[in-house]
């Protein structure tokens, strides 16, 4: 009776596997056939980034896939494409800097000599940098002053504080 000449597995790890087969009936069983080296390269397990950044600068980090060589890490910028950030990184983390107002995200795919697995996907980073201008005029003579400054793309709000007498005061909120 042939009871089948595959078998499929699921939940494999990241390692290195090998397979031997025999067949076998009521005499015994024949000597044993290898199979090839299988190395699974799952993606890594995280990939992490803070919620938000308020300087353009951040670090992108991931865990460690045991049968990894090396990982390629890639960025996406608010809903745009996805770009090769780098693709023989042999670490797991990578520092991002002089980063515009945006939203960031990132993917990591760990690889070996057998090729690269799938991807494993951050969450999103909100980069907030100050804004780029602020003006108020130099002199008043009435009382009423005005004072403006460049919008921040991702702000919600702003926080106005004005010195005087030695300290730092919030003005407006909104």
Do not use: M
Request: net charge positive; with cysteine.
């Amino acid at each position: 009776v042939l009871s089948g000449t595959s078998k499929s597995y699921t939940g494999r790890t990241n390692a290195t596997y090998k397979y031997r087969l025999r067949a076998c009936n009521s005499g015994g069983c024949s000597g044993y056939r290898y199979s090839g080296v299988l190395t699974t390269t799952l993606p890594p397990s995280s990939v992490s980034v803070p919620a938000t950044s308020v300087n353009g600068s951040f670090t992108v980090s991931w865990s460690k896939v045991n049968t990894a060589s090396r990982y390629v890490l890639q960025e996406k910028v608010n809903s745009g494409g996805w770009s090769t950030v780098n693709s023989n990184h042999t670490g797991t983390s990578q520092g991002r800097s002089g980063k515009g107002n945006a939203k960031y995200q990132y993917r990591v795919a760990a690889c070996n000599g057998g090729g690269c697995g799938s991807y494993k996907y951050s969450g999103t980073v909100i980069n907030l940098n100050a804004p780029t201008s602020i003006s108020n005029p130099t002199k008043d003579h009435d009382g009423s002053v005005s004072v403006s400054w460049a919008s921040v793309p991702n702000a919600t709000s702003y926080r106005l504080e004005q010195h005087t007498g030695g300290r730092w005061t919030t003005i407006y909120t909104g």
